[in-house]
């Protein structure tokens, strides 16, 4: 039987690539002839960069830029072999990054400088992956860093931290790098979140950014004077401007294209042929339910799988029960069948993950034997 594994990361615990190992592993333990493609899947997020070096090739660009709270730090970006170079949004501005440090003062300035290196570099086109950001300042501090200067009722140029935004009246667009004009710009993210509202990226993400509730009201109007002040207010509810933390939004002023990352991924990582040439699919993630119907990475191998005729399964961490996942799949499996700690189920995560592959292998195998017909007839 040949098995194509095609999982997300399970998030904090094991990248993409370590869980489809663990995969092959319970796999094999049950049915020694079988056959495991390992195709590691992401969709934008955190470990994009990763599932694309695993399976495209490319080499490793190192770039000083400026975290969150701005402090210097060292950050790998992804130059393929046709010129693309890939930055993970994360890698610069992840939620990790910001402990004990205020959201209204978190910039996204670091980003912009990775793009600027990029082009430094001679990269022909850039992708940002958006996803796990700890910034909610529009990408202000990110059009900072290529040449948007904030200004304030005494012409004094701000950081384009939120704290600071607060007091902008105007921008000066002039300095914008010029070459941003002429390169293709792809913008991948997982979520359709406009920039305000109460879908927006304050009112949805803001809390789990660490925003206190006197900060929602301040962040959102910060936001929606940044849309004013760019003249962009059509741009600012459009679906996944509101990624980041509201980077899509200025990514797509940049003239960005949003394309949904899982689906992204999935055409680089040639997603389609590898299914046809699979008896059975196998994804999963570290914790299924309603967002992974939002287009998480699972799904987009399930339904992809589906139009092709081949038989998918999840393995998940953990998996809500909800009769619209149910349908999307042949079978979910979780790997806690009994009380756990969250701590338990980290630091065992591998092993579950081979025992219940196993499990479902050593019942596929079994159904398969017991289909032919017996010996002599």
Do not use: Y
Not at 97 to 125: E, I, K, N, W, Y
Not at 156 to 179: C, E, F, K, Y
């Amino acid at each position: 039987m040949h098995w194509l594994l095609a999982p997300d990361a399970f998030k904090g615990c094991l990248t993409a690539q370590q869980v489809a190992r663990a995969m092959a592993t319970g796999i094999l333990r049950a049915d020694p002839a079988a056959q495991c493609t390992l195709q590691p899947m992401a969709d934008g997020g955190e470990g994009t960069l990763a599932v694309l070096q695993h399976s495209l090739g490319g080499h490793w660009l190192r770039i000083e830029a400026d975290d969150l709270a701005g402090r210097p730090r060292w950050v790998d970006c992804l130059l393929l072999p046709d010129g693309t170079a890939l930055i993970e949004v994360a890698r610069i501005v992840g939620l990790p990054l910001a402990a004990g440090f205020p959201l209204m003062q978190r910039t996204s300035r670091g980003v912009g400088q990775l793009m600027r290196a990029c082009l430094d570099a001679g990269c022909r086109r850039l992708v940002l992956t958006l996803g796990g950001s700890g910034t909610n300042d529009g990408g202000a501090g990110c059009l900072a860093a290529l040449g948007a200067v904030w200004l304030d009722r005494q012409g004094q140029p701000l950081d384009g931290s939120p704290a600071q935004l607060a007091r902008a009246v105007r921008v000066d667009l002039t300095g914008l790098d010029p070459r941003l004009a002429h390169t293709p710009l792809e913008i991948w993210c997982d979520v359709d979140h406009p920039l305000l509202g109460e879908r927006g990226a304050t009112s949805t993400f803001g809390r789990q950014k660490g925003a206190s509730a006197q900060d929602l009201p301040r962040l959102e109007s910060v936001l929606a004077q940044l849309a004013e002040l760019l003249q962009a207010a059509d741009l600012a509810m459009l679906p996944g401007s509101g990624a980041a933390g509201g980077m899509g939004f200025a990514l797509r002023f940049l003239g960005g294209e949003m394309r949904a990352g899982a689906t992204a991924v999935a055409d680089l990582c040639r997603l389609d042929r590898a299914i046809g040439a699979a008896d059975w699919v196998l994804t999963g993630e570290g914790r299924t339910d309603a967002q992974t119907l939002g287009g998480k990475a699972p799904l987009e191998v399930s339904r992809r799988a589906r139009l092709a005729g081949v038989p998918v399964s999840l393995l998940s961490g953990s998996v809500e029960s909800l009769p619209a996942l149910t349908a999307e799949f042949d079978g979910l499996f979780s790997l806690c069948r009994g009380p756990v700690t969250l701590a338990f189920a980290k630091a065992n995560a591998a092993p579950l993950i081979a025992e219940t592959a196993e499990q479902l292998a050593r019942l596929l195998r079994g159904c398969h034997a017991a289909s032919r017909p017996p010996v002599g007839r």
